[in-house]
């Protein structure tokens, strides 16, 4: 049974740089036709996807943060990592990583991790 | 951008059917998928390909997709649907979810 799970520090200071990775098990993150991507939840609000990666290093991000996002995948580690500059309130949520297919042929998320709360907050 | 607009909540009693639709333009011409998430859980996909459930997914759920808008069925609706339902769709490569419902089971 494939499982991800989401590490990384749960309170991080405005301007900084917010920092997650995501380790698979059961599984190997060189799939072909699987990519790996980023979701994040603000507290009471909806889902929002953030970007994804494919296990050779192909990225996709969101328009509306691709300006401080960064997704790199490390295969030997079988772990894929999450980098979001400049950092403010706006950023507090619950972050997932998740598995999906091929964009617009199989691109739903079928695998999640647990989440991962951080906070913005001096 | 790409959007997908969901009616932020809907009701039904137990044992009837609800609906809940997701609008986008020509969401037709793309594949969409729905999510439920139950409070203080991740995201769990109970509809994918517009009309596919997976392993373990109750029949009661069911799903369209044609014009601009894709729908999530449940037949029969128990307790334990009462959630929030996330419809997503690719437009591209950029993934977009629409804004969610609640669904709540009187």
């Known amino acids: 049974q494939l499982q991800l799970q989401e590490s990384g520090p749960g309170l991080v200071k405005p301007s900084e740089t917010l920092s997650l990775t995501c380790t698979v098990s059961?599984?190997?993150?060189?799939?072909?036709?699987?990519?790996w991507g980023w979701i994040r939840q603000p507290p009471g609000k909806g889902l929002e996807w953030i970007g994804s990666?494919?296990?050779?290093?192909?990225?996709y991000y969101n328009p509306s943060l691709k300006s401080r996002v960064t997704i790199s995948v490390n295969t030997s580690k079988n772990q894929f990592s999450l980098k979001l500059s400049s950092v403010t309130a706006a950023d507090t949520a619950v972050y997932y990583c998740?598995?999906?297919?091929?964009?617009?042929?199989?691109?739903?998320?079928?695998?999640w991790g647990q989440g991962t709360l951080v906070t913005v907050s001096s | 951008s790409y959007e997908l607009t969901q009616p932020p909540s809907v009701s039904v009693s137990p044992g009837q059917t609800a609906n809940i639709t997701c609008s986008g333009d020509?969401?037709?011409?793309?594949?969409a998928c729905w999510y439920q998430q139950k409070p203080g859980q991740s995201p769990v996909l109970v509809i994918y390909?517009?009309?596919k459930r997976p392993s373990g997914i109750p029949e009661r759920f069911s799903g369209s997709n044609s014009g601009n808008t894709a729908t999530l069925t449940i037949s029969g609706t128990q307790a334990m649907d009462e959630a929030d339902y996330y419809c997503?769709?690719?437009?591209?490569?950029?993934?977009?979810f629409g804004g969610g419902t609640k669904l709540t089971v009187l």
């Open positions: 990666i494919y296990y050779r290093g192909s990225t």
């Open positions: 998740a598995r999906h297919g091929l964009f617009t042929v199989a691109g739903h998320f079928d695998y």
């Open positions: 390909q517009d009309t």
């Open positions: 997503q769709a690719w437009d591209s490569s950029t993934g977009v």
């Open positions: 059961g599984g190997s993150i060189s799939s072909s036709n699987y990519y």
């Open positions: 020509k969401l037709g011409d793309k594949y």
